[in-house]
């Protein structure tokens, strides 16, 4: 399990309403798509959903439960890990550590070691494994950042831009790990904006602009939305033809 | 009634005086960033100057006045922005933070210096042939009236300066962003040395004002500050509406507590302390920020092997044994306490290396150690030494309590304010009943300290309780190695690298620093209690807030992550004080200037000097000859030393001379055996990044 409902979230910055009544899902078992044009506040609901930020009105909702006002690491305890679209990885620790921190911070913490040489496998980076955080170029670090969200064996995953940096081969690998944790049962809400790797992995995508859902379904039929298309192409929609 | 308005004036002109002193505070931190530990000292500094020109050599004030104010504050000002602050400019806030402490370091130990804190220096109040001004039931003197006109000319120059002139625009526009302020024409630079020069000039008016009403005494007048500071911290170190506004708070709340406090034995310390305590108070209820993400300009914590710190610890214990030794009583006296201060300087380790908590106040955290042994153990039992571990732990984990809301500056400003109340009022009481317990601390004068008594067998002699000291270090630095290598030590380094991936992944931030917090407490409190066996009886003065700030700054200079800072420091912090005052008498006062300097050099290796130092002596442990090359030949001059045929000096240089030859000799040794090539495309990956490799490929792509 791993459901997620967003509903009706609200978060004002003085005078500007960065989320505007946003409500979404995703299941288990799932990738679920949040795409939109920068600033549209795809990172501002993952700090809500994550309890980094309180939102001004709403409910966010963990497996049937109301976590809405629980800490970030309490919402973590029930499932729920993240990465951050601004690197946050523990910069002076080596990879291996990093995972390491996570997997002890899991269900299994007797078997952190074991955990950590399993992720190492899944996301390539064994060569990697000993070097400190800090010396990694964009993409080794994002995928460490999806490693360590991993290591704590999460219900839901909230990845934020985890393939910005990569070349065309490691996106189709990354494809590959996300389609996995799908499988496994794993709820995966996914921030990307490399278009491929969205409509190729998503099972269903939700859109936001300027702090609202403007579309929700199935990667295709988003696709051809109009609403999709003004706000990604500006106010004239392109015509299908 | 009357008196309630006697002393809401006198209130008052305590109260303008501060919110002269804070609102210079809050221009150099908002326009600069930087938060000035040494504001006071600039104040003192001022204060000090203005009495050798007006009092010692007999200017007309007027001129003194003006010689202060307008030429030695600025060039002071000016100074004190180019050669301290410019250089850590780019650095993190930390580093900032120490530049200005050894600041204050340095200037009350200058002063001291300069002027013989023996002799009374008296002020005069302005005005002070002048009949009073009488205010129907009051009675106003023409220096308070005085104090609170300059406050209003000050609010009311600053408010034009900031809305009014095109620099005050610069200056409020370097807050929001330093590097598209430079783009638009304006000068950054140019703002930073205006708020300098205006901030100390504040600093001076309010320490020459407030110099005549106290006794005109380095430290007092530098801590004086603590309630400007809390002023400030009402403001938020960015409002001086707000500021001025907590000047009155607390001006009222020190007058006030003067006039109606009940006359005992236990109260006088409090009515001192009271500013330190709003100002925890303040910190403590400071708006919640939000979770801190990655700090980029941290610096890298050193992994330790245990195989090494297990050397590291026998060589400790060596070293003390060799000292016990060669040296005769009254240099076990001088040089013992070096291991026990080594315990404290080792409870930074854990605390503001790996988890990156400053904390300000660890030697009246010894100081709490060092009465718990002293009051526990008249007979050196040594459960007692436990004690003194878990009750300074206990006042560790009450520090926590701020920590959990506050970082940097703040945090710095928090243990900075406990301390100021452990040494004002905590230190000073009598002995008191609480749950029916007598609790003593240093019954107003000293407190006799047993050496530990180890079934029969006690220790007494300075050698014997170095080398006991010595011990304690090499565990505690043995602990502190294994607590970095543990999955607590792992976590305390993830939390300080970014706390809100730290609390994604479920951690607690509560836990890990209560317990880091009480941990380091504990070490620092065993340290004390060790401190005070060396120095057989121990005074409040021992532990106060200036005597520890040292200690932490030789910390900082030796690397506060490192595993062996804990004897570094005791070394460096006595070693060469010690040395030279047997070389060379005269330079008893600028020893006393050294970790100030030393401080102030710190901008040069932020990394911290251990760490270099490990790195530049590995290959010197890794070569099997030259290890035993230096062995042998340490053993023969010790030898030789015990036999009188040599002195110390001859036993210090000659152990030197040999060290460092032939670790020139490994270095170079292990130079010539090339390291295998790595591709440039596999730099950073197959091998660790580099510092050059940055200029190599800078070079590589210039030449095309």
């Given at each position: ?17 960065a ?9 288990p ?73 996570a997997?002890?911070?899991g ?21 990697v494994?000993?070097?400190?955080a ?47 944790l ?48 003004a ?11 | ?7 809401g ?30 504001h ?36 002071f ?15 993190g ?28 220096r ?21 220096h ?105 708070v ?43 993400g ?45 291991f ?52 300074s ?22 243990t ?31 407190v ?37 290598l ?26 890990a ?36 700030l ?7 200079i ?147």
């Amino acid at each position: 399990m791993g459901s997620l409902e967003v509903s009706d979230v609200t978060v004002v910055f003085g005078g500007h309403r960065a989320l505007d009544g946003v409500a979404l899902d995703a299941e288990p078992g799932q990738v679920t798509g949040l795409i939109g044009p920068n600033g549209a506040g795809k990172s501002t609901l993952f700090d809500v959903v994550s309890g980094l930020r309180r939102p001004s009105s709403g409910r966010v909702v963990l497996d049937g439960r109301d976590v809405t006002r629980m800490g970030p690491a309490r919402r973590a305890r029930r499932g729920l890990a993240r990465t951050f679209q601004r690197l946050e990885l523990f910069g002076r620790l080596t990879v291996r550590d990093n995972l390491l921190v996570a997997a002890e911070m899991g269900p299994d913490r007797r078997l952190a070691g074991h955990a950590v040489t399993g992720i190492l496998d899944r996301i390539g980076l064994h060569h990697v494994a000993d070097t400190c955080a800090d010396e990694l170029s964009t993409g080794a670090a994002r995928l460490v950042e999806v490693g360590r969200a991993m290591a704590v064996r999460p219900k839901l995953l909230l990845l934020d831009e985890p393939a910005a940096g990569q070349d065309g081969e490691e996106t189709e690998r990354f494809a590959a790990l996300l389609r996995s944790l799908a499988d496994d049962g794993t709820t995966v809400v996914l921030v990307e904006h490399d278009m491929g790797l969205v409509m190729s992995v998503c099972d269903r995508l939700h859109v936001l602009d300027l702090g609202r859902i403007i579309a929700s379904g199935p990667p295709e039929e988003v696709r051809r939305d109009r609403a999709v298309l003004a706000a990604y192409l500006g106010e004239s929609p392109v015509e299908e033809s | 009634m009357e008196q309630f308005l006697i002393f809401g004036v006198v209130g008052l002109s305590t109260a303008a005086i501060y919110a002269i002193v804070g609102s210079g505070l809050v221009l150099t931190y908002t326009t600069t960033g930087v938060f000035n530990f040494a504001h006071g000292a600039a104040g003192m500094l001022s204060a000090f100057a203005y009495w050798q020109l007006s009092v010692g050599w007999g200017w007309p004030v007027p001129l003194a006045l003006a010689a202060v104010l307008l030429v030695l504050a600025p060039a002071f000002g000016l100074l004190v922005e180019k050669v301290v602050l410019r250089p850590v400019q780019n650095l993190g806030e930390a580093e900032r933070l120490v530049m200005t402490v050894a600041l204050l370091s340095g200037l009350i130990a200058a002063a001291r210096w300069i002027w013989d804190p023996n002799l009374p220096r008296p002020l005069t109040t302005f005005f002070t042939e002048r009949e009073p001004l009488h205010l129907g039931p009051v009675t106003v003197t023409w220096h308070q009236a005085l104090t609170m006109i300059v406050a209003v000319l000050v609010a009311l120059a600053l408010w034009f300066l900031l809305n009014r002139t095109r620099i005050g625009a610069e200056m409020r526009a370097t807050v929001d962003d330093r590097a598209l302020v430079g783009l638009t024409g304006a000068d950054p630079v140019r703002a930073n040395r205006v708020a300098w020069v205006l901030g100390t000039q504040l600093a001076a008016i309010g320490g020459i004002l407030i110099a005549p009403t106290v006794a005109l005494d380095a430290a007092q007048l530098s801590l004086l500050i603590v309630s400007a500071y809390t002023a400030a911290i009402f403001g938020r170190l960015r409002s001086l509406p707000l500021t001025f506004l907590g000047a009155v708070v607390v001006g009222c709340l020190e007058s006030y507590l003067t006039g109606y406090l009940p006359q005992n034995q236990y109260l006088p310390g409090l009515r001192l302390a009271a500013p330190a305590l709003l100002l925890f108070l303040a910190l403590l209820l400071f708006p919640h920020g939000r979770l801190r993400g990655r700090d980029r300009r941290l610096r890298p914590v050193p992994t330790p092997t245990m195989r090494g710190s297990v050397v590291f610890a026998g060589v400790i214990v060596l070293f003390a044994v060799v000292l016990a030794t060669v040296l005769d009583e009254v240099d076990a006296i001088s040089y013992g306490p070096m291991f026990a201060l080594g315990v404290v300087a080792l409870s930074f380790v854990p605390l503001s290396g790996f988890a990156g908590q400053i904390s300000l106040c660890q030697l009246s955290i010894a100081g709490v150690g060092a009465v718990v042994w002293g009051q526990l153990a008249p007979d050196g039992q040594p459960w007692a030494l436990v004690a003194a571990f878990a009750v300074s732990a206990l006042v560790g984990a009450l520090i926590a309590v701020p920590a959990l809301r506050l970082s940097g500056v703040y945090l710095a400003l928090a243990t900075a304010a406990f301390a100021v109340v452990l040494d004002r009022w905590i230190f000073t009481l009598p002995s008191f009943e609480l749950f029916g317990v007598r609790i003593a601390v240093f019954n107003q004068s000293s407190v006799e300290m047993a050496g530990p008594d180890f079934f029969g067998f006690r220790l007494e002699e300075p050698a014997e309780l170095m080398v006991f000291s010595a011990l304690c270090l090499a565990l505690g630095s043995l602990g502190v190695a294994a607590l970095r290598l543990s999955r607590f030590g792992r976590r305390l380094i993830a939390l300080r690298d970014s706390e809100a991936a730290y609390a994604t992944l479920g951690g607690s931030l509560l836990a890990a620093r209560v317990l880091v917090f009480a941990l380091s407490a504990g070490i620092a409190g065993v340290g004390g209690a060790l401190y005070g066996m060396q120095l057989q009886s121990v005074t409040a003065e021992q532990f106060n807030f200036v005597a520890g700030l040292p200690i932490f700054l030789i910390a900082v200079i030796g690397g506060l992550g490192a595993v062996g800072n804990g004897l570094f420091v005791g070394t460096a912090y006595l070693g060469p004080i010690h040395l030279l005052n047997a070389v060379a008498p005269w330079t008893h006062n600028i020893v006393q200037l050294l970790p100030a300097l030393a401080g102030l050099g710190f901008a040069r290796h932020p990394e911290g000097i251990v760490p270099g130092m490990r790195h530049s002596w590995e290959p010197l442990a890794r070569s099997r000859v030259a290890l035993s090359a230096l062995l042998g030949g340490f053993a023969v001059l010790w030898l030789l030393r015990i036999g009188d045929v040599v002195g110390n000096a001859v036993l210090l240089l000659g152990t030197a001379v040999l060290a460092l030859a032939l670790r020139t000799w490994a270095q170079a040794k292990e130079a010539t055996a090339t390291e295998p090539e790595v591709p440039v495309e596999w730099w950073g990956v197959r091998r660790p990044w580099r510092k050059e490799d940055e200029e190599v490929l800078s070079r590589g792509i210039a030449g095309g």
